[in-house]
């Protein structure tokens, strides 16, 4: 079973507008990971985040992670034609296994 | 290099074929991975490789033989597949498995979308 499960499973905005997804997991975790797909392609890793950490920022990008709530977010901000692609998070289960959240489709508007 | 290559990007094949997928990285990665991912779902774990000996297999059908020549090789090799296989098979790689920190992160190849007739 997916261990991630992330809302809104689709998300339409216009450009320049700022994009939240969420992620929530079920168990404990040592750190929780972004990642993009573009249509069709492989996954590029985006930021990670360790569990004693509550927010890290990467260029246009801010993920927050509240392990009290089990619960993660990512923040785009300003918005480009370029980031429409599917966000996954991913968190490990068991004991070498990387498990990926349902993931978010996002469509950026020119 | 901090490139995962992916050989062929397409397949189609019959059910009574024999074909084999490649992937190939050169950043001194020791884990590779085998994922598959259907259309509109997030990638499922295959098969794990450590050091080039298996580690994980995720209960997958006979059909699918992973192997793993040397570290910087991980084969898929396919046989009698079924239709419900076509998929996007991907592959990946990392430093290591998991440690105290937890999983580090993945790097992934383009994939190969593998249609089975």
């Known amino acids: 079973s997916q261990q991630g499960e992330e809302d809104p499973q689709a998300l339409s905005i216009q450009e320049g507008e700022n994009a939240t997804m969420n992620c929530s997991y079920k168990t404990s975790i040592n750190n929780l990971q972004w990642y993009r797909q573009n249509s069709g392609r492989g996954l590029v890793h985006l930021i990670l985040i360790r569990s004693n950490e509550r927010e890290k920022h990467s260029g246009r990008l801010r993920v927050t992670l509240d392990t009290s709530k089990k619960s993660s977010s990512l923040l785009i901000t300003a918005s480009r034609a370029a980031d429409t692609a599917s966000y996954f998070c991913?968190?490990?289960?068991?004991?070498?296994?990387?498990?990926f959240g349902q993931g978010t489709r996002l469509t950026i508007n020119p | 290099d901090t490139e995962v290559t992916q050989t062929p990007k397409h397949l189609v094949m019959g059910m009574t074929n024999k074909k084999s997928l490649k992937c190939e990285q050169h950043?001194?990665?020791?884990?590779m991975y085998w994922y598959k991912q259907k259309a509109k779902k997030p990638p499922e774990l295959m098969f794990v490789y450590s050091y080039e000996k298996l580690s994980i297999n995720e209960s997958v059908p006979s059909r699918f033989s992973p192997e793993c020549p040397n570290s910087s090789l991980l084969n898929l090799h396919l046989h009698a597949l079924q239709p419900e296989d076509s998929a996007l098979y991907l592959c990946a790689s990392s430093h290591g498995l998991a440690g105290l920190a937890g999983m580090s992160e993945q790097f992934f190849g383009p994939g190969t979308r593998l249609t089975v007739l």
């Open positions: 950043m001194g990665h020791r884990a």
């Open positions: 991913a968190t490990r289960q068991g004991a070498q296994k990387l498990v």
